[in-house]
């Protein structure tokens, strides 16, 4: 006998049938041309579908039959329609209509067999790229090849190389597997993405302190340089540059967070005071620094936009593999230094590695690089590394601004560090 379905499921079925017709109408309403589907039409077609997947549930028998029903009958009409011309004069040859008429036969079966969030999430997906489709062929005119070859990159590396690395230590020198390291580089590359989209195509991104924010998002080191520069070269304001480079390091202190959170909660959760606190108070100095510092003169004069992208295409493959290759390079000094000279070495380590890349390091500890150590121990090294690094940025503040434009961020920067050591002491203390 055939079971009868919820009572739920067959409420859920008719009401997305609904909206698909009631969007599928609203959407061609707007032209002369009449096609198949429509409010009452969909949901029909739904009840059909999910009638015969009823009779057959497990062979598919009558269901597919339908299906090639439905499937004729929208090729005699594609047939026909192809013959004409839309309103700008351009043959018919989309195949949006058959399609969106074939999901809503599919959508019965969808609704019965699935569980509720697939019917859901596929009819909410087919109305909006039915809705959505002039802002999406303009999209699609406005992008780039580059682009395309960028996120073909960022394929590679998450969808080809990544599942094809071992999960399991090719070596007894580290603990670290192929398969961590090259996840480590995605996370890093995601976040780096996620910057550089925003700033090539989200306008606010392009001006103020957008631009800071998302550099330090990409790189805060990198975003003090180019501030700096431009500070030094007089197309950023005094107040602008200082409020820049302090925010870009706010953002990386939430940055180096959440990279934790991906691979270590545990230790996220330790980190998640001393790191936020951090952040509040980088936030704090950026807003004296923008909206209470002095206005020079010439400050009105320095346009608003001036913050410059912080860098090119972040999913270069010759880099990536050396971050690979540096992050398992870090791994295997931290396991030696720790090996042979316990917490005080890995907290050595972190104040070096701090004057050069902190992320494989601090991947490394949140992977379980140094197992052996408590997760307060490991987030007081974190913290000695952006302290470290704070150190750098300080520099590189004062040093390609000639000293004066950025002195304010130079400072702000080194009272972080103190702050920060000041925390990692309390957090784990120094042996």
Known sequence: MISAPPVTSVALLLALSLFLGLAFEDFFARTDTRRPGGIRTFPMLA?????????????????????????????VFYRHHVGQHDETGEPNVGLVVPLVNIHAYLLGAITLALPHWMAVGTTVAVVLLLTSRDRLHTLARGVDVKEIVIAAQFLILTGIILPLLPDQPVTTLTSITPHQAWLALVVISALSYVSYLAQRYWKAAASGLWMAALGGLYSSTATTVVLARQAKAGSLTKRQAQAGITLATAIMYLRLLVIVAVFNRPLALTLAIPLGGLALAAL????????????????????????????????????????????????LVSKWITAQFGISGVYSLAAVVGVTDIDPFVLNLAQGGTSAMSNAVLAAAILIAASSNNVLKAAYAAGFAGGRETAGSAAALVLLSIAGVGVALATGGFR
């Open 47 to 75: 009840l059909g579908g999910g009638v015969l997947y009823l009779f057959d549930p497990v062979h598919f028998i009558p269901f597919t039959a339908g299906l090639l029903v439905l499937g004729g009958w929208l090729v």
């Open 284 to 331: 704090a100095i950026c807003a004296l620094q923008y909206w209470f510092a002095r206005p020079v003169p010439g400050d009105a004069a320095a346009p608003a936009s001036a913050l410059p992208a912080t860098g090119a295409n972040p999913l270069q493959l010759g880099p990536a593999a050396l971050f690979a290759a540096l992050f398992v390079l870090v791994s």
